[in-house]
């Protein structure tokens, strides 16, 4: 079966960088479309970044853009957050999403993602 893995997160001093990772197992990579989310506390789930199979198309939250790059590595299987410039306003857990797209394309709703990964804490101290 699919299954997701992040890794990566932890805290960080405002202004700090993480790079998160997801590795991604039980499905032709290649053909989906990954995306990453996060949920803070008593808030919901929100999108935050995704790129289309192809890796030609992504798609940012507008408080994200300039600061993360999404991208990814067919030969690994693997999606990356590179999030630069953090803010204390991004502490949540952060979540791999996949979607076994069937055009070169991405969606910003969670509820177009079948496959997701457990999580993983970034904590920003100001």
């Known amino acids: 079966q699919v299954q997701l893995v992040e890794s990566g997160g932890g805290l960080v001093q405002a202004g700090g960088s993480l790079r998160l990772s997801c590795a991604a197992s039980?499905?032709?990579?290649?053909?989906?479309?990954m995306a990453w989310f996060r949920q803070a506390p008593g808030k919901e789930r929100e999108f935050v970044a995704a790129i289309s199979w192809s890796g030609g198309i992504t798609g940012y939250e507008d408080s994200v853009k300039g600061r993360f790059t999404i991208s990814t590595d067919n030969a690994k299987n693997t999606v990356f957050l590179q999030m630069n410039s953090l803010k204390p306003e991004d502490t949540a857990v952060y979540y791999c999403?996949?979607?076994?797209?069937?055009?070169?394309?991405?969606?910003?709703?969670?509820?177009?993602?079948?496959?997701w990964g457990q999580g993983t804490q970034v904590t920003v101290s100001s």
């Open positions: 039980g499905l032709t990579f290649s053909s989906y479309a």
């Open positions: 999403a996949a979607n076994p797209a069937g055009s070169d394309t991405y969606y910003r709703t969670r509820f177009a993602y079948p496959h």
